[in-house]
């Protein structure tokens, strides 16, 4: 298959979607059967539209096998189902995104691999900090703050700072850290080898695993037992600690972990 047969296909595809997407009747229609089968009552009574409506509706969304009537309910096809679960996960990314659209505008967003950004929407619920001229160590101090009540850390971390591994090396000393994986490049790696105290509390703590790549990563991030937390560089290139974006859910965890593993594998 040729690349211009690959965009002509989704440009086809893109039709059917747009056909989708452009009437709200169609939409909801898909969305309300999505969890459980509907009759025509229950559909009118959670759209609040007329049955003539809602029936012309089913009938355009039948002809292209999305929804079929089973006795007297409604429900997704196979091919309705897997379309709804994808204008779901549309909707939440373009939420997410949105909701956090400051942070993601001004970043280089380069090093994180398509497949997350597919997936942006597992940070729906997570929460945009940044600093003020008010308060420029607003952002650091909520990540050191939760920093400090987590047990398992792994970080990406991209930069050599002083203040980030005091703060680490704190939480080992005190026992309160049980396992730290850190992923560094060789830059950091050297420094890190060159620097004793640095050398002696992490380079040779059994708590302590670290991994050294290649590539000088663009992105700093932290996957905790309580949190995750996403820090980025600027499009120029210089590393930006007063915004950040911070996740406590399930979600949000599981993807700062998932984008942690394509880096440590």
Known sequence: MTEIQTKEELNDEFKNVKYILTSSMRTKLLLTVYESSKNLEELRTELKKPSATILHGLKEL????????????????????????NMIKLIENWYSINKSKKFWNNHDLSDIPDDMIKNI?????????????????NAFNKYIDLLSKSTELKIILPIYSENHFKHIINLLDENKLNNLELIVNKKIFKS?????????????????????????????????????????????????DSEILIGKDKDAMQWALNLFKFFSD
Request: with cysteine.
């Open 121 to 137: 929407y597992l940070l729906k619920d997570a929460e945009y900090e940044n600093s003020t001229t008010s308060n420029l160590s």
């Open 62 to 85: 039948e002809t292209i096998n999305l929804i079929r009537k089973s006795q007297k309910y409604y429900e997704l096809t196979s091919n309705g189902y897997l379309l709804t679960t």
């Open 192 to 240: 890190m080898k060159q620097n004793t105290d640095l050398k002696n509390a992490l380079l040779k703590n059994s708590k302590v695993k670290v991994k050294c790549i290649e590539k000088d990563l663009k992105l700093f991030l932290t996957c905790s037992n309580k949190f995750m937390s996403l820090t980025l560089f600027f499009k120029d290139g210089l590393y930006d």
